[in-house]
Protein backbone atom coordinates (compact mmCIF):
# COMPACT_ATOMS: atom_id res chain seq x y z
CA UNK A 1 0.00 0.00 0.00
CA UNK A 2 1.61 3.51 -0.78
CA UNK A 3 1.13 6.64 -1.78
CA UNK A 4 -2.81 6.60 -2.28
CA UNK A 5 -3.47 3.60 -3.37
CA UNK A 6 -3.27 0.04 -2.49
CA UNK A 7 -2.25 -2.72 -4.73
CA UNK A 8 -3.99 -6.47 -4.33
CA UNK A 9 -2.09 -9.61 -6.10
CA UNK A 10 -3.52 -12.31 -8.42
CA UNK A 11 -2.51 -13.90 -11.61
CA UNK A 12 -3.84 -10.59 -12.98
CA UNK A 13 -2.73 -7.42 -11.41
CA UNK A 14 -5.60 -5.24 -10.34
CA UNK A 15 -4.88 -1.55 -9.41
CA UNK A 16 -7.07 -0.30 -6.85
CA UNK A 17 -8.03 3.12 -5.02
CA UNK A 18 -9.35 3.16 -1.63
CA UNK A 19 -12.65 5.76 -1.76
CA UNK A 20 -13.36 7.33 1.42
CA UNK A 21 -15.86 7.72 2.91
CA UNK A 22 -18.60 5.28 2.45
CA UNK A 23 -20.29 6.20 6.01
CA UNK A 24 -19.36 8.41 8.80
CA UNK A 25 -20.70 8.69 12.78
CA UNK A 26 -21.32 11.54 14.74
CA UNK A 27 -22.24 9.72 18.36
CA UNK A 28 -19.66 9.70 21.05
CA UNK A 29 -20.03 5.87 20.80
CA UNK A 30 -20.28 4.72 17.01
CA UNK A 31 -19.40 0.66 17.97
CA UNK A 32 -22.98 0.30 18.96
CA UNK A 33 -24.54 1.33 15.21
CA UNK A 34 -24.76 -1.28 12.66
CA UNK A 35 -22.56 -0.32 9.66
CA UNK A 36 -25.39 -0.02 6.46
CA UNK A 37 -25.05 -3.41 4.34
CA UNK A 38 -23.63 -0.86 1.64
CA UNK A 39 -20.70 -0.18 4.01
CA UNK A 40 -19.74 -3.82 3.83
CA UNK A 41 -19.19 -4.38 0.88
CA UNK A 42 -15.38 -4.62 -0.36
CA UNK A 43 -16.04 -2.08 -3.17
CA UNK A 44 -17.37 0.67 -1.54
CA UNK A 45 -13.73 0.59 0.24
CA UNK A 46 -12.03 0.24 -3.01
CA UNK A 47 -12.36 1.00 -6.60
CA UNK A 48 -10.60 -0.62 -9.48
CA UNK A 49 -9.23 1.50 -11.40
CA UNK A 50 -7.46 -0.94 -14.17
CA UNK A 51 -6.61 -4.92 -14.53
CA UNK A 52 -2.91 -5.81 -16.05
CA UNK A 53 -2.43 -9.84 -16.91
CA UNK A 54 1.14 -10.52 -15.81
CA UNK A 55 2.16 -13.89 -15.29
CA UNK A 56 2.57 -15.95 -18.72
CA UNK A 57 2.94 -19.72 -19.71
CA UNK A 58 3.84 -21.25 -16.52
CA UNK A 59 4.92 -17.87 -14.30
CA UNK A 60 3.15 -16.62 -10.77
CA UNK A 61 3.15 -13.52 -9.61
CA UNK A 62 5.04 -13.29 -6.85
CA UNK A 63 2.67 -11.58 -4.47
CA UNK A 64 5.58 -10.96 -1.53
CA UNK A 65 7.17 -8.76 -3.84
CA UNK A 66 6.40 -4.98 -4.79
CA UNK A 67 8.70 -1.99 -4.51
CA UNK A 68 7.43 1.52 -5.73
CA UNK A 69 8.84 4.50 -7.52
CA UNK A 70 7.37 7.54 -5.87
CA UNK A 71 8.69 10.16 -8.11
CA UNK A 72 7.42 9.02 -11.40
CA UNK A 73 4.78 6.89 -10.02
CA UNK A 74 6.34 3.16 -11.48
CA UNK A 75 5.94 -0.04 -9.81
CA UNK A 76 8.39 -3.01 -9.82
CA UNK A 77 6.05 -6.62 -9.86
CA UNK A 78 7.87 -10.20 -10.72
CA UNK A 79 6.81 -13.31 -11.90
CA UNK A 80 8.50 -16.26 -11.90
CA UNK A 81 8.41 -20.14 -12.31
CA UNK A 82 8.76 -22.69 -9.91
CA UNK A 83 11.67 -23.67 -7.70
CA UNK A 84 14.28 -26.27 -8.83
CA UNK A 85 15.98 -27.43 -5.61
CA UNK A 86 18.07 -30.11 -6.98
CA UNK A 87 19.80 -27.78 -9.95
CA UNK A 88 23.02 -29.13 -11.31
CA UNK A 89 25.87 -26.32 -10.34
CA UNK A 90 26.99 -25.18 -13.71
CA UNK A 91 28.39 -22.66 -15.67
CA UNK A 92 29.79 -21.13 -12.23
CA UNK A 93 26.59 -21.33 -10.32
CA UNK A 94 26.57 -22.06 -6.49
CA UNK A 95 26.35 -25.64 -5.35
CA UNK A 96 23.51 -26.01 -3.19
CA UNK A 97 21.33 -23.11 -4.23
CA UNK A 98 18.21 -23.88 -5.94
CA UNK A 99 17.58 -22.46 -9.57
CA UNK A 100 14.40 -20.69 -11.37
CA UNK A 101 14.01 -21.10 -15.08
CA UNK A 102 12.45 -17.91 -15.62
CA UNK A 103 12.06 -14.60 -12.89
CA UNK A 104 10.59 -11.48 -14.58
CA UNK A 105 10.61 -8.17 -13.48
CA UNK A 106 7.84 -6.09 -15.14
CA UNK A 107 8.03 -1.79 -14.61
CA UNK A 108 4.51 -0.45 -14.75
CA UNK A 109 3.31 2.86 -14.99
CA UNK A 110 0.61 2.82 -12.08
CA UNK A 111 -1.05 6.13 -13.86
CA UNK A 112 -2.97 3.70 -16.41
CA UNK A 113 -0.95 0.25 -16.21
CA UNK A 114 0.98 0.25 -19.14
CA UNK A 115 4.26 -2.35 -18.79
CA UNK A 116 6.98 0.09 -20.22
CA UNK A 117 9.96 -2.68 -19.43
CA UNK A 118 11.04 -6.20 -18.54
CA UNK A 119 14.40 -7.63 -17.13
CA UNK A 120 14.31 -11.25 -17.42
CA UNK A 121 16.97 -13.63 -14.88
CA UNK A 122 16.80 -17.25 -16.64
CA UNK A 123 18.09 -20.21 -14.74
CA UNK A 124 18.81 -18.14 -11.56
CA UNK A 125 17.46 -17.16 -7.99
CA UNK A 126 16.80 -13.84 -6.84
CA UNK A 127 14.95 -14.16 -3.44
CA UNK A 128 12.00 -12.06 -3.95
CA UNK A 129 9.82 -12.92 -0.21
CA UNK A 130 9.42 -9.60 1.33
CA UNK A 131 11.61 -7.85 -1.16
CA UNK A 132 14.92 -9.53 0.35
CA UNK A 133 16.69 -10.20 -2.94
CA UNK A 134 16.02 -6.26 -4.54
CA UNK A 135 16.91 -2.88 -3.18
CA UNK A 136 15.33 0.27 -4.55
CA UNK A 137 16.84 3.70 -4.10
CA UNK A 138 15.90 6.74 -5.55
CA UNK A 139 16.36 5.40 -9.42
CA UNK A 140 18.65 2.90 -8.73
CA UNK A 141 18.12 -0.73 -8.08
CA UNK A 142 20.46 -3.81 -6.85
CA UNK A 143 19.12 -7.35 -8.22
CA UNK A 144 21.19 -10.04 -6.40
CA UNK A 145 21.64 -13.24 -7.65
CA UNK A 146 22.51 -15.60 -5.15
CA UNK A 147 22.73 -18.68 -7.87
CA UNK A 148 25.75 -16.79 -9.73
CA UNK A 149 27.24 -14.17 -6.70
CA UNK A 150 26.25 -10.93 -8.54
CA UNK A 151 24.91 -8.00 -7.75
CA UNK A 152 23.48 -6.73 -10.44
CA UNK A 153 22.72 -2.42 -10.78
CA UNK A 154 19.93 -1.35 -12.64
CA UNK A 155 19.02 2.63 -13.17
CA UNK A 156 15.60 3.21 -13.99
CA UNK A 157 15.01 6.15 -16.20
CA UNK A 158 12.39 8.90 -16.42
CA UNK A 159 11.46 7.30 -19.83
CA UNK A 160 10.80 3.94 -17.94
CA UNK A 161 13.76 1.70 -19.03
CA UNK A 162 15.55 -0.36 -16.99
CA UNK A 163 19.30 0.28 -17.97
CA UNK A 164 22.23 -2.16 -17.05
CA UNK A 165 24.88 -0.10 -14.54
CA UNK A 166 27.06 -2.26 -13.73
CA UNK A 167 27.65 -5.87 -12.69
CA UNK A 168 29.51 -6.62 -8.89
CA UNK A 169 30.65 -9.81 -8.01
CA UNK A 170 33.02 -11.84 -10.52
CA UNK A 171 34.34 -8.43 -11.42
CA UNK A 172 34.16 -5.09 -9.90
CA UNK A 173 35.33 -2.79 -12.32
CA UNK A 174 33.56 -2.45 -15.91
CA UNK A 175 37.27 -3.39 -17.23
CA UNK A 176 37.95 -5.91 -15.47
CA UNK A 177 36.75 -8.84 -17.56
CA UNK A 178 38.84 -7.16 -20.59
CA UNK A 179 41.80 -6.53 -18.91
CA UNK A 180 41.73 -10.49 -17.71
CA UNK A 181 40.85 -11.80 -20.89
CA UNK A 182 43.76 -9.75 -22.56
CA UNK A 183 46.21 -10.80 -19.99
CA UNK A 184 45.30 -14.84 -20.05
CA UNK A 185 45.67 -14.77 -24.03
CA UNK A 186 49.03 -13.66 -23.46
CA UNK A 187 49.55 -16.37 -21.18
CA UNK A 188 48.38 -19.03 -23.44
CA UNK A 189 50.31 -17.30 -26.10
CA UNK A 190 53.15 -17.86 -23.75
CA UNK A 191 52.12 -21.46 -22.85
CA UNK A 192 51.77 -22.70 -26.81
CA UNK A 193 55.71 -21.21 -27.31
CA UNK A 194 56.46 -23.97 -24.44
CA UNK A 195 54.46 -26.44 -25.80
CA UNK A 196 56.67 -26.35 -28.71
CA UNK A 197 59.71 -27.11 -26.98
CA UNK A 198 57.85 -30.36 -25.34
CA UNK A 199 57.51 -33.73 -26.50
CA UNK A 200 54.34 -34.47 -28.17
CA UNK A 201 52.96 -36.48 -24.89
CA UNK A 202 52.86 -33.96 -22.62
CA UNK A 203 50.78 -31.13 -24.52
CA UNK A 204 47.01 -32.92 -23.49
CA UNK A 205 47.86 -31.47 -19.95
CA UNK A 206 47.90 -28.04 -20.75
CA UNK A 207 44.71 -25.62 -21.66
CA UNK A 208 42.51 -26.79 -24.29
CA UNK A 209 43.44 -25.35 -27.98
CA UNK A 210 45.07 -22.37 -26.28
CA UNK A 211 41.66 -20.91 -23.75
CA UNK A 212 42.08 -20.31 -20.03
CA UNK A 213 40.00 -21.51 -17.74
CA UNK A 214 39.64 -18.79 -15.40
CA UNK A 215 36.81 -20.46 -13.60
CA UNK A 216 39.24 -22.78 -11.62
CA UNK A 217 42.00 -19.65 -11.47
CA UNK A 218 40.91 -16.56 -9.75
CA UNK A 219 38.22 -15.76 -7.18
CA UNK A 220 36.16 -13.54 -7.70
CA UNK A 221 36.39 -10.12 -7.87
CA UNK A 222 34.07 -9.31 -4.63
CA UNK A 223 35.85 -12.19 -2.74
CA UNK A 224 39.28 -10.75 -3.77
CA UNK A 225 37.81 -7.40 -2.23
CA UNK A 226 36.95 -9.37 1.17
CA UNK A 227 40.55 -10.98 1.66
CA UNK A 228 42.56 -8.26 0.96
CA UNK A 229 40.61 -6.28 3.46
CA UNK A 230 41.01 -8.53 6.07
CA UNK A 231 44.10 -9.18 5.78
CA UNK A 232 45.65 -5.75 5.54
CA UNK A 233 43.28 -4.83 8.70
CA UNK A 234 44.95 -7.61 10.27
CA UNK A 235 48.53 -6.43 9.04
CA UNK A 236 47.96 -2.98 10.61
CA UNK A 237 47.34 -4.07 13.54
CA UNK A 238 50.45 -5.19 14.54
CA UNK A 239 53.99 -3.52 14.49
CA UNK A 240 56.37 -6.52 15.40
CA UNK A 241 56.75 -8.62 12.41
CA UNK A 242 57.01 -11.96 14.57
CA UNK A 243 53.37 -11.07 16.49
CA UNK A 244 51.88 -9.81 13.11
CA UNK A 245 52.44 -13.46 11.13
CA UNK A 246 51.55 -15.15 14.36
CA UNK A 247 48.24 -13.31 14.18
CA UNK A 248 48.04 -13.48 10.20
CA UNK A 249 48.28 -17.45 11.12
CA UNK A 250 45.55 -17.55 13.75
CA UNK A 251 43.07 -15.05 12.05
CA UNK A 252 43.60 -15.14 8.55
CA UNK A 253 44.78 -18.29 7.00
CA UNK A 254 43.08 -20.67 9.42
CA UNK A 255 39.98 -19.02 8.45
CA UNK A 256 41.09 -18.54 4.89
CA UNK A 257 38.68 -21.50 3.66
CA UNK A 258 35.86 -19.97 5.55
CA UNK A 259 35.88 -16.61 4.54
CA UNK A 260 36.15 -18.29 0.43
CA UNK A 261 33.43 -20.13 1.19
CA UNK A 262 31.19 -17.40 2.10
CA UNK A 263 28.46 -16.15 -0.16
CA UNK A 264 26.53 -13.01 -0.77
CA UNK A 265 23.46 -13.56 0.86
CA UNK A 266 21.73 -9.66 0.86
CA UNK A 267 22.24 -5.89 0.07
CA UNK A 268 20.82 -2.83 0.35
CA UNK A 269 21.72 0.84 -0.29
CA UNK A 270 23.52 2.92 2.17
CA UNK A 271 23.52 5.42 -0.31
CA UNK A 272 24.19 6.30 -4.21
CA UNK A 273 28.08 5.24 -3.67
CA UNK A 274 27.89 2.56 -0.90
CA UNK A 275 26.48 -0.75 -0.17
CA UNK A 276 25.90 -2.81 2.83
CA UNK A 277 26.61 -6.50 2.28
CA UNK A 278 25.24 -9.53 4.05
CA UNK A 279 27.78 -12.55 3.67
CA UNK A 280 27.34 -15.89 5.47
CA UNK A 281 27.21 -19.41 4.20
CA UNK A 282 24.95 -21.71 1.59
CA UNK A 283 22.82 -23.51 4.18
CA UNK A 284 22.15 -20.04 5.53
CA UNK A 285 21.80 -18.05 2.40
CA UNK A 286 18.47 -20.50 1.46
CA UNK A 287 17.37 -20.89 4.89
CA UNK A 288 14.09 -19.96 6.28
CA UNK A 289 15.56 -18.76 9.01
CA UNK A 290 19.33 -17.60 8.67
CA UNK A 291 19.08 -16.10 11.74
CA UNK A 292 20.92 -19.05 13.23
CA UNK A 293 23.98 -19.22 10.85
CA UNK A 294 27.27 -17.10 11.65
CA UNK A 295 27.11 -14.36 9.22
CA UNK A 296 29.42 -10.80 8.66
CA UNK A 297 28.11 -7.76 7.21
CA UNK A 298 30.50 -5.24 4.67
CA UNK A 299 30.46 -1.55 3.49
CA UNK A 300 31.54 -1.88 -0.36
CA UNK A 301 32.11 1.41 -2.37
CA UNK A 302 30.95 1.01 -5.93
CA UNK A 303 33.20 3.78 -7.26
CA UNK A 304 36.34 2.92 -5.79
CA UNK A 305 35.21 -0.99 -5.20
CA UNK A 306 37.02 -1.25 -1.99
CA UNK A 307 35.35 -2.88 1.42
CA UNK A 308 35.25 0.10 3.77
CA UNK A 309 34.20 -2.06 6.72
CA UNK A 310 33.54 -5.91 7.96
CA UNK A 311 31.42 -6.88 10.88
CA UNK A 312 30.88 -10.26 12.00
CA UNK A 313 27.15 -9.68 12.74
CA UNK A 314 27.99 -10.57 16.61
CA UNK A 315 30.07 -7.45 16.81
CA UNK A 316 29.37 -4.78 20.01
CA UNK A 317 31.07 -1.71 17.65
CA UNK A 318 28.55 -2.93 15.03
CA UNK A 319 25.41 -2.48 17.40
CA UNK A 320 26.74 0.17 19.50
CA UNK A 321 26.67 2.20 15.47
CA UNK A 322 22.72 0.18 14.75
CA UNK A 323 21.28 1.65 17.85
CA UNK A 324 23.03 5.52 17.66
CA UNK A 325 22.64 5.66 14.18
CA UNK A 326 19.59 3.51 13.16
CA UNK A 327 18.62 6.02 10.48
CA UNK A 328 21.35 6.11 8.37
CA UNK A 329 20.64 2.00 7.69
CA UNK A 330 17.26 2.66 6.21
CA UNK A 331 17.95 4.72 3.17
CA UNK A 332 15.00 6.18 1.86
CA UNK A 333 14.52 8.21 -1.19
CA UNK A 334 14.66 11.81 -1.47
CA UNK A 335 11.20 12.03 -2.70
CA UNK A 336 9.89 10.22 0.50
CA UNK A 337 9.65 12.58 3.00
CA UNK A 338 7.23 11.28 5.14
CA UNK A 339 9.46 8.12 5.22
CA UNK A 340 11.78 10.23 7.31
CA UNK A 341 9.63 10.29 9.79
CA UNK A 342 9.33 6.57 10.96
CA UNK A 343 10.18 5.98 15.24
CA UNK A 344 13.37 4.63 15.49
CA UNK A 345 15.33 4.16 18.89
CA UNK A 346 17.88 6.87 16.97
CA UNK A 347 15.19 9.24 16.46
CA UNK A 348 12.45 8.48 19.17
CA UNK A 349 12.85 8.20 23.46
CA UNK A 350 10.08 5.65 23.76
CA UNK A 351 11.51 3.16 20.92
CA UNK A 352 15.11 4.04 22.65
CA UNK A 353 13.68 2.83 26.36
CA UNK A 354 12.33 -0.09 25.05
CA UNK A 355 14.99 -1.02 23.02
CA UNK A 356 17.19 -0.97 26.45
CA UNK A 357 14.79 -2.68 28.46
CA UNK A 358 14.84 -5.44 26.09
CA UNK A 359 18.91 -5.13 26.47
CA UNK A 360 18.73 -5.53 30.17
CA UNK A 361 16.26 -8.31 30.12
CA UNK A 362 18.23 -10.42 27.57
CA UNK A 363 20.29 -13.45 29.60
CA UNK A 364 22.99 -12.73 26.59
CA UNK A 365 24.18 -9.58 25.47
CA UNK A 366 25.94 -11.46 23.16
CA UNK A 367 22.76 -13.39 21.56
CA UNK A 368 20.71 -10.07 21.94
CA UNK A 369 23.30 -7.99 19.71
CA UNK A 370 23.73 -10.93 17.55
CA UNK A 371 19.54 -11.10 17.29
CA UNK A 372 19.19 -7.09 16.87
CA UNK A 373 21.74 -7.02 13.88
CA UNK A 374 20.00 -10.03 12.19
CA UNK A 375 17.97 -7.79 10.83
CA UNK A 376 20.48 -6.08 8.63
CA UNK A 377 20.49 -4.99 5.68
CA UNK A 378 16.97 -4.01 5.94
CA UNK A 379 14.50 -4.85 3.61
CA UNK A 380 13.35 -2.70 0.77
CA UNK A 381 10.10 -0.49 1.55
CA UNK A 382 9.64 -2.91 4.66
CA UNK A 383 8.47 0.10 6.82
CA UNK A 384 5.28 1.76 7.29
CA UNK A 385 5.33 5.59 7.37
CA UNK A 386 1.91 5.46 8.89
CA UNK A 387 1.59 7.60 11.83
CA UNK A 388 -0.45 4.98 13.69
CA UNK A 389 2.94 3.53 14.45
CA UNK A 390 4.55 6.83 15.79
CA UNK A 391 6.14 5.58 19.50
CA UNK A 392 5.24 9.47 20.55
CA UNK A 393 1.47 9.25 20.04
CA UNK A 394 0.69 5.44 20.70
CA UNK A 395 2.25 2.59 22.57
CA UNK A 396 1.25 -0.89 21.35
CA UNK A 397 2.69 -4.56 22.06
CA UNK A 398 5.28 -4.73 19.17
CA UNK A 399 5.87 -8.48 19.27
CA UNK A 400 2.13 -8.66 17.87
CA UNK A 401 2.40 -5.49 15.74
CA UNK A 402 4.79 -2.65 14.19
CA UNK A 403 5.90 -0.51 11.79
CA UNK A 404 8.40 -3.06 9.93
CA UNK A 405 6.08 -5.34 6.92
CA UNK A 406 6.70 -9.33 8.90
CA UNK A 407 4.51 -11.83 9.94
CA UNK A 408 3.85 -12.49 13.61
CA UNK A 409 2.19 -14.33 16.33
CA UNK A 410 -1.55 -13.72 16.05
CA UNK A 411 -3.81 -13.94 19.06
CA UNK A 412 -7.65 -14.20 19.43
CA UNK A 413 -7.62 -10.27 21.40
CA UNK A 414 -7.45 -7.58 20.03
CA UNK A 415 -4.37 -5.44 19.90
CA UNK A 416 -4.35 -2.43 22.15
CA UNK A 417 -3.17 0.79 20.82
CA UNK A 418 -2.84 3.81 23.95
CA UNK A 419 -2.20 7.38 23.90
CA UNK A 420 1.12 8.22 25.19
CA UNK A 421 -0.08 11.47 26.93
CA UNK A 422 -2.28 12.29 29.01
CA UNK A 423 -5.25 10.70 29.47
CA UNK A 424 -3.25 7.72 28.54
CA UNK A 425 -6.65 5.87 27.62
CA UNK A 426 -7.10 3.16 24.86
CA UNK A 427 -7.38 5.40 21.65
CA UNK A 428 -8.64 2.14 19.47
CA UNK A 429 -8.40 -1.54 18.56
CA UNK A 430 -7.33 -3.81 15.85
CA UNK A 431 -8.40 -7.30 16.19
CA UNK A 432 -7.27 -9.52 13.43
CA UNK A 433 -8.89 -13.02 12.27
CA UNK A 434 -13.00 -13.69 12.61
CA UNK A 435 -14.85 -11.31 14.56
CA UNK A 436 -16.27 -14.10 16.93
CA UNK A 437 -12.29 -15.45 17.04
CA UNK A 438 -10.80 -18.89 16.04
CA UNK A 439 -13.11 -21.82 16.50
CA UNK A 440 -9.69 -24.10 16.87
CA UNK A 441 -7.68 -22.16 19.73
CA UNK A 442 -4.73 -24.98 19.69
CA UNK A 443 -4.08 -24.27 16.01
CA UNK A 444 -1.10 -21.66 15.60
CA UNK A 445 -2.11 -18.43 13.78
CA UNK A 446 0.60 -15.78 12.07
CA UNK A 447 -0.66 -12.00 10.87
CA UNK A 448 0.27 -9.66 8.61
CA UNK A 449 -0.67 -5.95 8.31
CA UNK A 450 -1.00 -3.28 5.79
CA UNK A 451 -1.77 0.29 6.71
CA UNK A 452 -2.17 3.01 4.31
CA UNK A 453 0.46 5.61 4.96
CA UNK A 454 -2.09 8.86 4.97
CA UNK A 455 -5.27 7.59 5.62
CA UNK A 456 -6.83 5.96 8.43
CA UNK A 457 -7.38 2.29 6.98
CA UNK A 458 -5.68 -0.61 7.38
CA UNK A 459 -5.68 -4.27 6.05
CA UNK A 460 -4.85 -7.63 8.49
CA UNK A 461 -4.58 -10.44 7.19
CA UNK A 462 -4.49 -13.97 9.35
CA UNK A 463 -3.16 -17.30 8.38
CA UNK A 464 -2.87 -20.40 10.24
CA UNK A 465 0.01 -23.50 9.66
CA UNK A 466 -3.21 -26.04 8.96
CA UNK A 467 -3.77 -24.72 5.14
CA UNK A 468 -7.18 -22.94 6.27
CA UNK A 469 -8.50 -19.88 3.97
CA UNK A 470 -7.23 -16.70 5.21
CA UNK A 471 -9.09 -14.13 6.76
CA UNK A 472 -8.64 -10.86 5.25
CA UNK A 473 -10.11 -8.09 7.56
CA UNK A 474 -10.81 -3.81 6.74
CA UNK A 475 -10.15 -2.35 9.57
CA UNK A 476 -10.80 1.76 9.11
CA UNK A 477 -12.36 4.78 11.47
CA UNK A 478 -15.67 4.87 11.95
Known amino acids: MLGDSMKIWYQVTQYMRPRWLSFSCKDEDCDKHDLPSRAKRFDSFFSQLYCVPLASCNELICKDFFLYMESNQFGLFATSTAQIHDAPAVGGAVHGVPSIEKITFHLLRLEDGEILDKKVFSNDFVNLTHNMGVFLYDDLLAIVSLRYQTIHILQIRDSGNLVDVRAIGEFCREDDELFLNSNAQGMAFSDKNKQLQLPGNHIENHMHQGQPNLGNSFLSGIKQRLLSFIFQGLWNEERDDTLRIQRLRKKFYFHFQDYVDLIIWKVQFLDRHHLLIKFGSVDGGVSRNADHHPAFVAVYNMDTTEIVSFYQNSADELYLLFEQFCDHFHATSRNSMYM??????????????????????????????????????????????????????FRFDDKLISATDRHRQSTDHPIKFILRRYPYSLKFKIKPGPEAGSMDGRAKKISSFLF????????????TLFLQPSVVNIHFRR
Open 340 to 393: NFISSHSNNIHALEQLRSIKDKASSSAQFVKKMLASLPFSCQSQSPSPYFDQSL
Open 452 to 463: HPILPLALSVQQ
